[in-house]
């Protein structure tokens, strides 16, 4: 079984940084890819960021200039770095993992999420 840990979540005020780890454990060959997904209260869930294989990196246009994501394939690891938050950044944050299950077949595999306060 994959499980997703997340951790750096928080309370800051707006202006400020956070950085949101999340890291993978279980039976791992691979990631294929990762994502930060936002979900804040009254909303739907949404795509934060992306990062594939090689420099495929997508983000959400409310956080170009501001978010930052990598990958650690040795370590199988994602984070995200939030700077120049925003208290429309409060939500819900949750890390989402695809990887190969077997022959043609792929695992959408979530954490559990981790609060975002952006508060003055």
């Known amino acids: 079984q994959v499980q997703l840990v997340e951790s750096g979540g928080g309370l800051v005020q707006p202006g400020g940084s956070l950085r949101l780890s999340c890291a993978a454990s279980?039976?791992?060959?691979?990631?294929?890819?990762w994502g930060w997904y936002r979900q804040a209260p009254g909303k739907q869930r949404e795509l934060v960021a992306m990062i594939g294989s090689g420099e495929n990196i997508v983000y959400a246009d409310s956080v170009k200039g501001r978010f930052t994501i990598s990958r650690d394939n040795a370590k199988n690891t994602v984070d995200l770095q939030m700077n120049s938050l925003k208290p429309e950044d409060t939500a819900v944050y949750y890390c989402?993992?695809?990887?190969?299950?077997?022959?043609?077949?792929?695992?959408?595999?979530w954490g559990q999420g981790t609060q975002v306060t952006v508060s003055s």
């Open positions: 279980g039976s791992i060959f691979s990631i294929y890819a």
């Open positions: 989402n993992a695809l990887l190969p299950l077997g022959p043609g077949g792929v695992g959408d595999y």
